[in-house]
């Protein structure tokens, strides 16, 4: 006969193995992080809106997401992108390191939040706050500036249809970017370089209705033109993703990548 007491310890010993992965899978499910490493998505909470035809992880660039830009699709009157996201109604602090070559043509990369149903300032359902690096077609210069914009909307409320101290030629280029929630405050950085500071864009007020949609995109507004871009990692500063099977320790991601290159 099995004696009560040791039973109770053993029954505690399970709640105890039980409750600990339980909360280790919600850490790892909370987070909005993936290095981009190997050759497919590590965090399995990615969908896309629209998927596009050609993209992929570490084939075309070793630790990046690649993805070919497809014409017909901006993030501005409406979104047509095709963006990569998960869904969070808490508040976030993310980060990527995006490369862009284009063509001189209207083309998009960036960061956004997204909501389907929140309505925007002319009433149309889906809302959006985005840091996005636009690519210039000829009639503007072409050259790629940043924006940080609402829907359809960059011209006040922290907004900023340029942001002074950016502006590249049609051709490669890269930019760190970062967008942060707290409540319904949102703020935007960039920064050139690894070891530079963030430099400050602007913070807006918005209120979303859930869910939610946090993540990157890309597109081709125009009928026609070329572009690629590249994220090298997306970095969730609040939650670190997981642990690194290199360093053997909790951190985020893109920190880990930094250091070690």
């Given at each position: 006969?099995?004696?009560a007491?040791?039973?109770?310890?053993?029954?505690?010993?399970?709640?105890?193995?039980?409750?600990t992965a339980?909360l280790?899978?919600?850490?790892?499910a909370?987070?909005?992080?993936?290095?981009?490493?190997g050759?497919?998505?590590?965090?399995p909470?990615?969908?896309?809106?629209i998927?596009p035809?050609?993209?992929?992880?570490?084939?075309?660039?070793t630790?990046?997401?690649h993805?070919?830009?497809?014409?017909?699709?901006?993030?501005?009157?409406s979104d047509?992108t095709?963006?990569?996201?998960?869904?969070?109604?808490?508040?976030?602090?993310?980060e990527t390191?995006?490369?862009?070559?284009y063509k001189?043509?209207s083309?998009v990369?960036?960061?956004?939040?997204?909501?389907?149903?929140?309505?925007d300032?002319?009433?149309?359902?889906g809302?959006?706050?985005t840091?996005k690096?636009w690519g210039?077609?000829?009639?503007?210069g072409?050259n790629?500036?940043l924006q940080?914009?609402?829907?359809e909307f960059?011209?006040g409320?922290?907004?900023v249809g340029t942001?002074?101290?950016?502006?590249?030629?049609?051709?490669?280029?890269?930019?760190f970017m970062?967008?942060?929630?707290?409540?319904?405050?949102?703020?935007s950085?960039?920064?050139?370089q690894?070891?530079?500071?963030?430099?400050?864009?602007g913070?807006?007020d918005?209120?979303?209705?859930p869910?939610?949609?946090?993540?990157v995109?890309?597109?081709?507004?125009?009928g026609?033109?070329e572009?690629i871009?590249?994220?090298?990692?997306?970095?969730?500063l609040?939650?670190?993703?997981?642990?690194s099977?290199?360093a053997?320790?909790?951190?985020a991601?893109g920190?880990?990548?930094r250091r070690t290159?």
């Amino acid at each position: 006969m099995v004696d009560a007491r040791q039973s109770s310890r053993w029954y505690l010993v399970w709640s105890i193995v039980t409750v600990t992965a339980f909360l280790a899978g919600v850490v790892q499910a909370a987070s909005l992080g993936d290095p981009f490493d190997g050759n497919s998505l590590q965090n399995p909470n990615w969908s896309w809106s629209i998927e596009p035809k050609e993209w992929d992880v570490g084939q075309t660039k070793t630790g990046w997401l690649h993805v070919k830009g497809e014409v017909n699709r901006n993030l501005w009157a409406s979104d047509t992108t095709n963006r990569l996201y998960q869904e969070r109604d808490g508040d976030f602090d993310v980060e990527t390191h995006v490369f862009m070559d284009y063509k001189p043509s209207s083309t998009v990369a960036g960061l956004v939040a997204y909501s389907p149903t929140t309505k925007d300032r002319q009433g149309r359902a889906g809302e959006w706050v985005t840091l996005k690096l636009w690519g210039r077609g000829a009639a503007q210069g072409s050259n790629a500036v940043l924006q940080y914009q609402k829907r359809e909307f960059d011209a006040g409320e922290g907004l900023v249809g340029t942001v002074p101290g950016f502006q590249e030629p049609a051709g490669p280029m890269d930019v760190f970017m970062r967008l942060k929630r707290e409540g319904d405050t949102f703020t935007s950085w960039y920064k050139r370089q690894v070891g530079d500071n963030w430099t400050q864009i602007g913070q807006t007020d918005q209120k979303f209705e859930p869910d939610l949609q946090v993540g990157v995109y890309v597109g081709i507004a125009d009928g026609a033109g070329e572009m690629i871009s590249e994220f090298e990692y997306f970095e969730d500063l609040l939650e670190p993703f997981a642990i690194s099977p290199r360093a053997k320790l909790p951190m985020a991601w893109g920190d880990l990548k930094r250091r070690t290159e």
